[in-house]
């Protein structure tokens, strides 16, 4: 047994595996209700870190400073990831072994880590050029950052949505 199905052993072996196995079964509507709050939240993620990254870039919302729109939208990320994170580990804990062993879900996770520091460097970035409300374009050193945030955060949506299709990338064992 590998370290993952060891993971996905112990899970399946979990109360937890139990409950969340019982509540999708036999709860009406439960696992389209599910992953409709997870693609919700993606949707919260796309118009809240990675607008603030694509004004960055000086792509959309020209008249707006890159620091409010942090302070108004970033709360809208952090909750969507709370969202992302609960509804994502209900169907990992219901199936662990579909997903540990599936190699698009590690790649989504590796994603969604490298998504998250880049994420909050350029908040630090913004924060440290952005001081006053004046309106200027960022540095090439933060432009590259806020790319490599939209660049990160739709290789995360690309390898979520291609953990139902992984078997079209790798020809079953
Ligand atoms: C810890 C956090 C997360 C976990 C545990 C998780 C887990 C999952 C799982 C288990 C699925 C269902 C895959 C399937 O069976 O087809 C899924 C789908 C998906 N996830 Fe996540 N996810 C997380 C965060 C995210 C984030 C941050 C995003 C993007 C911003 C994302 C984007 C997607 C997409 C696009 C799908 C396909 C949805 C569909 O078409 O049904 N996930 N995720």
Not at 83 to 91: D, E, I, N, P
Request: no cysteine; charged share 10%; net charge positive.
């Amino acid at each position: 047994m590998n370290f993952f199905s060891t993971i996905a052993q112990f899970i399946a072996d979990s109360p937890a595996n139990q409950l969340s196995l019982y509540l999708l079964r036999n709860v009406p509507g439960l696992p389209p209700i599910v992953q409709t709050l997870h693609i919700i939240s993606i949707a919260a993620i796309m118009g809240s870190v990675v607008f603030v990254a694509l004004r960055t870039l000086g792509l959309a919302v020209p008249s707006q400073n890159p620091r409010e729109m942090v302070q108004r939208l970033m709360p809208w990320t952090w909750g969507a990831l709370i969202v992302l994170a609960a509804s994502g580990s209900m169907l990992v804990v219901a199936r662990p072994f579909r997903y540990f062993s599936n190699p698009v879900m590690g790649w989504k996770m590796i994603f969604l880590v490298a998504a998250l520091v880049l994420s909050i460097a350029m908040l630090q970035g913004i924060k440290r050029q952005y001081p006053e409300p004046a309106i200027k374009s960022a540095s090439l050193p933060l432009k590259l950052l806020s790319l490599g945030v939209v660049t990160l955060w739709v290789l995360v949506v690309l390898s979520g949505r291609w953990i139902a299709y992984s078997e079209y990338l790798f020809a079953p064992a």
